[in-house]
């Protein structure tokens, strides 16, 4: 296993502290993304997988081949260290949280699939209300944790912890101070100002410095929380700590393991997905899914790609619009013939809402049409993504609502998402405040899994799905429901855990 850059083409050892590609640019990160040994993971399946599955094994340890953190401490004769601190690590969360890291159970949905006119045995939900946290982030900074604390395993002098930096409007930060306290690591979670209570309290008690950034709510927090975090990343030399593979590659393979047991589990009963929709705001969980599928087809654990879709909501659908950019170049580059009337709209300044809600059918046809020649155009295909990231910031906006920056302004791991929707067959869906409502309702309704209205947000894509007549009758698909209900935390909040950052105080404060 190598980690390597898609857009510069080079490859970098397991044992690097590069945590993307050195290459990036003000033009946008160029990622690491990990090149396994198919032919190495294929000897531990079915039998390896399949014994350890039924032992009921924490699924780090299930997969642990196929993670980069694993195959580094392995090389430097750390295998079973390894396994054990993966253990140690969910043991301490749940002394602290209630939770490990445990196998979020699959639910085969069938009053729900009902309830949006799917029949019976098709669609499978997997419950990440019940991750440690109640949502899928803990696992992605999980997988980075387990890449940190290999690092300072195999050197020959260990540094001391480094100081752990993420920004959040709530789900990723409770995550990261769950498993960052867990670890022992120091951590700064950049969140706004009126965030909840409770999650405030609940991250200092977990050992969490709360930097409330004055100015950002709930609302509008990406880009404002994002801005003071990268600040301080820059001047203290902390290590990101986010779910984004733009912030550190090893956050996706933590993620990745969420997948792996969706479908495993979906192999063991032989009901292979053939779509699946997942929500969508800075990208993180979308990419490791559709990583993980992509990793499993390579090892013919499953046949085809699931068709990947993913949803955002009316009020903010930056990566729709991507979606669509990175459609048209590919356009342009001849990669791809694009029906005329669509061609000419996506030269035009065009409204990605607008498009799918005119021109579905064209948009569909060409979407299948490509995925289904992707096996002879894969390498043009491929060489217009890597064109892309050179100039990933071009074709990944921040979203701009009444003349400022909305909530998910940015879909950071972007473009590993378009990909995929693109070589599957998959499309952008958007929906608005009502479908999500009902869509929740819906998921409580029909499954009884304390689920907020984002985290069943993949239900109202399917919901738009079904009705667009894009899923056949039959088809077996899956969403995720992350993100549980409202929090309590029944403790005070530790108030010297708690700081300020008003708009022209330096960032240089959290450092007195």
């Not at 997988?143 to 912890?161: C, F």
């Not at 977990?206 to 880009?223: I, M, Q, Y």
Request: glycine share 8%.
């Amino acid at each position: 296993m190598q980690l390597y850059c898609p857009v510069c083409g080079k490859e970098y050892p397991l044992e690097t502290t590069e945590l993307f590609c050195p290459e990036s640019t003000e033009n946008g990160v160029h990622p690491l993304i990990k090149r396994e040994n198919t032919a190495e993971l294929a000897r531990v399946f079915p039998t390896t997988l399949t014994k350890r599955w039924n032992d009921n094994k924490l699924s780090f340890s299930v997969f642990r081949e196929f993670m980069a953190s694993y195959q580094l401490a392995a090389l430097h004769g750390k295998a079973t260290w390894w396994v054990e601190r993966v253990l140690a690590l969910s043991d301490a969360c749940e002394r602290t949280t209630g939770r490990g890291f445990v196998r979020t159970p699959e639910i085969q949905a069938d009053d729900l699939a009902q309830a949006v006119d799917l029949p019976k045995g098709s669609l499978f939900v997997k419950n990440e209300t019940l991750q440690l946290t109640g949502s899928h982030e803990s696992r992605h900074l999980a997988g980075v944790i387990m890449h940190l604390e290999t690092l300072r395993e195999i050197s020959d002098n260990p540094a001391e912890k480094k100081t752990l930096a993420v920004y959040s409007c709530g789900d990723a930060a409770l995550g990261a101070a769950a498993v960052a306290g867990a670890a022992g690591y120091a951590l700064y979670a950049f969140v706004p100002e009126n965030i909840d209570d409770d999650d405030v309290a609940m991250m200092t008690n977990l050992g969490t410095n709360v930097v409330k950034v004055a100015g950002a709510d709930r609302d509008d927090a990406d880009e404002p929380c994002r801005a003071r975090y990268r600040e301080a990343v820059e001047k203290f030399g902390w290590t990101p700590f986010t779910p984004y593979g733009t912030d550190i590659w090893s956050a996706v393979e933590g993620a990745e393991t969420l997948e792996y047991e969706f479908l495993f589990n979906q192999y063991t009963i032989d009901a292979p997905l053939d779509a699946q929709v997942v929500q969508v705001g800075g990208g993180g969980l979308a990419n490791a899914v559709s990583s993980a599928n992509a990793l499993f087809k390579r090892l013919d654990i499953i046949r085809k790609l699931p068709r990947f879709y993913t949803c955002q909501t009316s009020a903010c659908y930056p990566l729709a619009q991507s979606y669509f950019l990175v459609l048209r170049e590919l356009g342009r580059d001849g990669v791809v013939t694009l029906p005329p009337e669509l061609a000419m709209l996506l030269e035009s300044s065009f409204d990605a809402k607008s498009l799918l809600e005119n021109n579905l059918g064209q948009i569909k046809m060409t979407a299948g049409l490509i995925a289904e020649m992707y096996p002879k155009i894969s390498d043009d295909l491929e060489s217009v993504f890597a064109k892309v990231g050179k100039n990933r910031n071009e074709y990944f906006r921040p979203w701009v609502l009444d003349g400022k920056n909305a909530a998910g302004t940015t879909t950071y791991d972007g473009l590993e998402v378009v990909r995929s929707m693109i070589v599957s067959g998959g499309l952008p869906l958007i929906v608005d405040d009502d479908e999500l409502k009902k869509a929740n309702e819906l998921a409580r309704e029909n499954t009884g899994v304390d689920v907020s209205a984002y985290g069943s947000s993949g239900l109202a894509g399917l919901r738009r799905l079904v009705k667009s007549k894009l899923v056949q009758q039959g088809e077996r698909c899956g969403i995720i429901f992350t993100g549980a209900g409202l929090r309590k935390c029944g403790l005070p909040a530790v108030q010297s855990r708690i700081f300020t950052l008003n708009a022209d105080d330096d960032v240089s404060k959290l450092a007195k």
